[in-house]
């Protein structure tokens, strides 16, 4: 039997009216994002990823 992936709520951010998002702090400095990294968004079973690229 497969286990449920391990899921952990990192933060939370809303929507501007420009459809911009913040990232929280926490994911910022969990990922080691920087000013100027890119980030992709995917879809995989119906679930949004929001990654940093490191392809490009």
């Not at 459809?19 to 990294?37: A, H, L, S, Y």
Request: aromatic share 8%; hydrophobic share 40%.
């Amino acid at each position: 039997m497969a286990e449920e992936p391990r899921r952990e709520v990192l933060g939370i951010s809303k929507i501007t009216y420009k459809f911009q998002v913040t990232i929280p702090k926490r994911v910022r400095e969990r990922f080691k994002f920087k000013r100027g990294d890119i980030v992709v968004f995917l879809e995989e079973d119906g679930t949004l990823i929001v990654k940093k690229s490191t392809e490009i």
